[in-house]
Antibody, heavy 117, light 110 residues
């Protein structure tokens, strides 16, 4: 069965970077895009970007351009999302999700990133 | 890219039907048949309920249906049940490889 398992919760200081991992299993990793979505406490879902695991190509929301880096390691079926220059308003649960075409269908369990001094 | 507009809350009694709207622009919702709808219970990951405007994934109840007219997509839940109480989000392709979520709607079963 399709599964996306994300790395554990992180606590970071303002100005630092965080890297969240998303390990895929149960399907051909290079056959589906991976999207990244975040949700601040009590807030709605926010689309961050995607990576094509086959080519490594990426695209991101304008808001995150220059601050987000999405990579993948096809040898271990894992996608990574690194967000730099963290601020307090980056505190959120970060999700990865596999996309079947234009629709994210299977989601990871979420990773809580807390930015606090 | 601005979030798509959804009502903050919608409520209904068990057995009733409710409809959640999702209004965008001709650059996103109105540009193609690529709107999805997600259900999210507290503390859980989102679950896709509708994709490509009106298609239902395997395993999703046929009480959920999607439609679109112009720049507004809609999700209808018929025969409302207690388990339908959750947050719902629309999601649309917005061109140039980008996507956008709706503001989210809290559904309350009275």
């Amino acid at each position: 069965q399709v599964q996306l398992v994300q790395s554990g919760a992180e606590v970071k200081n303002p100005g630092a970077s965080v890297k969240v991992s998303c390990k895929a299993s149960g399907y051909t990793f290079t056959g589906y895009y991976i999207h990244w979505v975040r949700q601040a406490p009590g807030q709605g879902l926010e689309w961050m970007g995607w990576i094509n695991p086959n080519t490594g190509g990426t695209n991101s929301a304008q808001k995150f351009q220059g601050r987000v880096t999405m990579t993948r390691d096809t040898s271990i079926n894992t996608a990574h999302m690194e967000l730099s220059s963290l601020r307090s308003d980056d505190t959120a649960v970060y999700y990865c999700a596999r996309a079947d075409g234009y629709c994210p269908d299977y989601w990871g369990q979420g990773t809580l990133v807390t930015v606090s001094s | 890219q601005s979030a798509l507009t959804q009502p903050a809350s919608v409520s209904g009694s068990p057995g009733q039907s409710i409809t959640i709207s999702c209004t965008g622009t001709s650059s996103d919702v109105g540009s193609s048949n690529l709107v999805s709808w997600y259900q999210q219970h507290p503390g859980k990951a989102p679950k896709v309920m509708i994709y490509e405007d009106s298609k239902r994934p395997s395993g999703v109840s046929n009480r959920f249906s999607g439609s679109k007219s112009g720049n507004t997509a809609s999700l209808t839940i018929s025969g409302l049940q207690a388990e339908d109480e959750a947050d719902y989000y629309c999601f649309s392709y917005a061109g140039s490889g980008t996507y956008v979520f709706g503001t989210g709607t809290k559904v309350t079963v009275l």
